[in-house]
């Protein structure tokens, strides 16, 4: 995109560049841009170098951070400030289509053709809606995954974290919940790519593709191998485009992968700008900027549409206490601790049902009937936890007879709760399987009061329904 003259509303030039952090003089005080607008400059190659202000210093001068690449960035380079935040194309044209942090088209399917344009700091700059209220009242969203439609339900306007270290499933879980709730309930989702691995963005891409969903999904890269301005305001480029579609008062499901990503291009920005770190060795800015991402997923007023946020989150060396982590908690209506021990003990997904928890999991959310049976399922895994180190010890042989029922009830439930999904077919040879919440509750109530005491353990490992 070449720049438009007639949109210039200040100049300026380039006097530093160290990295992606680039300081531009202008020559008047009130030629310098405001924080988060838009600056461009020209490289030697004539390509154009995306810049967002992020602090202005004494004498004029903006500090910049580069969104996109900064070699052959000549000193005394020309900027041209546009007076407005960085813009992205949105609206129908961009379903099935992947595109940059910058809004250009990464799929090879030609131009994006779109009419209405949307700025991506449209509440730091100032322009933010708050009139609306927020819907009162909850609205399941049924994903078709026996253990979170139990324990850890999606309501509309919520935000849920699936959190985990490294090879745990995150990514193949969140893809999962895109196939159910996009098949199922017909919706749209936006799909943020944060920081993760060129390679995951290109499968996830031809994955939508093979299962069909693509139509009815937008998506965004940030990743890992550019800037960290790109990666910072990819979770901000995604949310954008979720705005878009509850703007037309639609229901929309937002998916980032990777949240920490985000914080970490934050803290790699907050490095480059010269700031201290904060005592935990982040940001000092890392609430602020983390509030300012979840503050805009929310529900409108009725007849309004919600943003449903399903955030990946990468535990730092499977360590909760992570700062970063603990911020993150925070704002999540419900958090999933994927175990590396579930994994090893082929339970799909290995979520751990006690050391995660939801404030949705609530009787005037869920209804008293689900909730009763939910408690009593946390209940047995609670005493599961205690009877298998005995178990460990003396066998299980030697447990009495009321111990022993409730062993291996927690067994089945814990089998009972593993799931194939349709995105992991081609790897694991079993078909998916969709499990509606009724039958899920069926299920367990069947299992805890005792009425399939007579099957062993392994009839409910990796199936659907129990009928």
Avoid: W
């Amino acid at each position: 995109m070449k720049i438009d003259k007639s949109t210039i509303r200040s100049r300026g030039e380039v006097i530093s560049v160290q990295g992606p952090v680039i300081d531009i003089k202008f020559f008047k005080k009130e030629d310098v841009p405001e924080i988060f607008e838009k600056v461009i400059v020209e490289r030697v190659d004539k390509e154009e170098v995306i810049l967002e202000v992020a602090e202005h210093l004494a004498g004029n001068i903006a500090r910049c951070i580069a969104v996109n690449s900064t070699m052959n960035i000549k000193r005394n380079a020309e900027a041209y400030a546009l007076g407005s935040a960085i813009e992205i194309p949105v609206g129908e044209p961009l379903y099935g289509r992947l595109i940059s942090v910058l809004g250009d088209p990464m799929d090879q399917k030609g131009e994006i053709k779109s009419i209405e344009y949307s700025p991506i700091r449209r509440h730091e700059m100032g322009t933010r809606v708050s009139s609306q209220k927020e819907k009162k009242g909850f609205e399941i969203l049924e994903s078709g995954i026996k253990i979170i439609d139990l324990l850890f339900p999606l309501v509309k306007g919520s935000k849920s974290g699936i959190l985990g270290g490294a090879g745990l499933g995150k990514s193949v879980l969140t893809l999962e919940i895109i196939h159910n709730i996009t098949k199922r309930h017909q919706g749209s989702a936006v799909f943020a790519g944060v920081g993760e691995r060129i390679r995951e963005g290109n499968e996830l891409y031809f994955e939508l593709t093979r299962l069909d969903v693509i139509s009815k999904t937008m998506l965004v890269f940030g990743q890992m191998n550019e800037p960290p301005g790109a990666r910072f305001i990819g979770a901000v480029t995604g949310i954008t485009m979720a705005e878009s579609i509850q703007r037309r008062n639609e229901d929309v499901l937002l998916f980032v992968d990777n949240i920490y990503r985000f914080v970490q291009a934050g803290a790699e920005i907050s490095t480059l700008l010269g700031h201290l770190p904060s005592e935990t060795g982040y940001q000092p800015t890392l609430l602020s900027e983390a509030s300012e991402f979840h503050e805009r997923i929310r529900t409108h007023q009725e007849g309004g549409g919600s943003i449903t946020a399903v955030e990946a989150v990468y535990v730092p060396a499977d360590d909760l206490t992570d700062p970063a982590v603990v911020t993150i908690f925070s704002f999540l209506d419900s958090i999933m601790v994927l175990s590396r021990e579930r994994i090893q003990l082929g339970l799909y997904p290995a979520i751990d049902p006690l050391l995660s928890s939801s404030a949705n999991l609530d009787p005037d959310v869920v209804g008293k009937y689900h909730y009763d049976i939910a408690q009593e399922v946390i209940r047995i895994f609670q005493k599961y936890e205690e009877l298998r180190r005995i178990v460990m010890v003396i066998g299980v042989d030697e447990l009495s007879g009321a111990d022993r029922v409730a062993y291996e009830r927690a067994r089945k439930l814990q089998n009972f709760l593993t799931q194939p999904f349709f995105v992991a077919e081609a790897y694991t040879g079993r078909p998916g399987a969709y499990v509606k919440l009724e039958e899920t509750l069926g299920g367990c109530e069947d299992i805890i009061s005792g009425a399939v005491d007579s099957k062993p353990e392994s009839h409910f490992y990796m199936k659907g329904a129990l009928s």
